[in-house]
């Protein structure tokens, strides 16, 4: 991963050089850069320095827009600093959320129209990507604005209606800080396609479609919008204490109601959700939650925050952990058969058990779980419809029981 160079100090540098009235960092792709432009002066971000630069008075100087934004550019592009590789796409340190934040802005905007599905990037990813980023910034208590996706002709509809239906997340999730550049952009026929007025090239708009774009940012008054920030994730941490997971985070300003949901994942890509935790609410709260199923390796966590119909993610942090002996992970019932699937160290033989509510023991055979992650099935048929307990135990003791229904 490279280095951030001195690009970013240099641009404060100069920035701030001019007694900055306001100063606003945009991250983005071609269109933030004014591709499809002609010339590039007529694009959504030129315009939108000129904007500022018109209305400059004696003793009231320029708004300053440094662009950050790069032809090509992914949401993973502009991820934090050490988040992992996506698609073999790393943070690009001189122009991510991290770097922008370097530079002490008033405002960012966020401006990544299409190139996540044209990398056939998940709906889930994207929105994911964009909560990390936003969420970063907050905490940073900066003010952070993303604009939705933008149509773009690709020749499969359902990548078309993909954009549709990330432009309403991104609406819906972010609230006053999301920035429409989908309305004014789209076909009026239904194909979610470019509007013939605006396309320049099946990917980018023309010098109208930037207008358009442009106005969108005027109208929204992005120093003065009517919302309070939102709340602030000061820290987040997670530290191993007798083989299980202790996680630690603090918050000021919950002003809304706000739900903490805690997420796993043994590859810090793929995500569970463990654990949900309602918000205190008030200035300053300190929050813990252990894992009592910390399997063992090096174990992930975020928080996944939801504030209202704003959905962010926090950092992700990692422990390495020997992990638990076993526990059962997850089991699955159909009408014969109880699917189990066990953590354990590998190489641990298991006495498994089934019982009914009332503690009588109805079923007992040994297994050995073999691997990290065994999965197994047991023959229920004989069993009447109601609920049991299924309980695993080693040799050396270390037992768990999980409840189960069988239906009809």
Request: charged share 20%.
């Amino acid at each position: 991963m490279k280095k951030r160079s001195l690009t970013c100090c240099l641009l404060a540098i100069l920035a701030f050089s001019v007694n900055a009235q306001k100063h606003i960092v945009v991250l983005g792709s071609s269109t933030a850069v004014g591709t499809g432009a002609n010339p590039v002066d007529s694009s959504w971000v030129a315009r939108l320095q000129s904007y500022f630069r018109q209305n400059t008075t004696v003793g009231d100087p320029d708004t300053v827009i440094t662009n950050l934004a790069n032809g090509g550019y992914t949401t993973a592009n502009v991820l934090p600093d050490g988040s992992p590789p996506q698609s073999g796409i790393e943070p690009d340190e001189d122009k991510n959320i991290t770097a922008a934040l370097a530079l002490n802005p008033d405002v960012i905007i966020v401006n990544l129209p299409s190139n996540d599905t044209d990398w056939w990037f998940t709906k889930k990813r994207t929105m994911d990507n964009l909560r990390l980023i936003f969420q970063t910034a907050s905490n940073a208590g900066k003010r952070i604005f993303i604009t939705t996706t933008q149509p773009r002709n690709f020749a499969e509809f359902d990548r078309r209606d993909s954009l549709r239906t990330l432009a309403d997340s991104i609406n819906i999730n972010f609230g006053v800080y999301a920035i429409d550049f989908w309305t004014d952009l789209v076909s009026t026929d239904g194909t979610l396609t470019i509007h013939p007025d605006v396309n320049a090239d099946g990917v980018h708009v023309n010098n109208t479609g930037h207008r358009l774009l442009f106005q969108q940012v005027v109208n929204k008054d992005i120093f003065f919008a009517d919302a309070s920030l939102p709340m602030r994730l000061n820290s987040f941490k997670a530290q191993i204490f007798n083989g299980k997971a202790k996680l630690e985070w603090q918050t000021t300003d919950e002003d809304q109601p706000v739900m903490f949901e805690i997420e796993r994942s043994v590859d810090g890509r793929q995500f569970t959700s463990v654990h949900q935790l309602q918000g205190y609410g008030g200035a300053v709260h300190y929050y813990t939650w252990t894992d009592d199923r910390t399997p063992a390796g090096k174990v992930f966590y975020r928080l996944r925050i939801t504030e209202n119909t704003k959905t962010t993610y926090s950092s992700v942090v990692s422990v390495t952990s020997r992990g638990q002996e076993m526990f059962i992970k997850n089991v699955a019932v159909s009408p014969n058969r109880l699917n189990v699937t066990a953590i354990s160290q590998g190489n641990t033989p298991v006495s498994v058990s089934i019982f009914n509510l009332a503690g009588m023991m109805l079923h007992r055979e040994q297994r050995n779980l073999i691997s990290t992650e065994e999965s197994f099935a047991l023959d229920i048929s004989s069993l009447p419809v109601g609920s049991y307990l299924l309980h695993l135990q080693t040799s050396k003791g270390t037992t768990d029981t999980i409840r189960f229904l069988k239906s009809e």
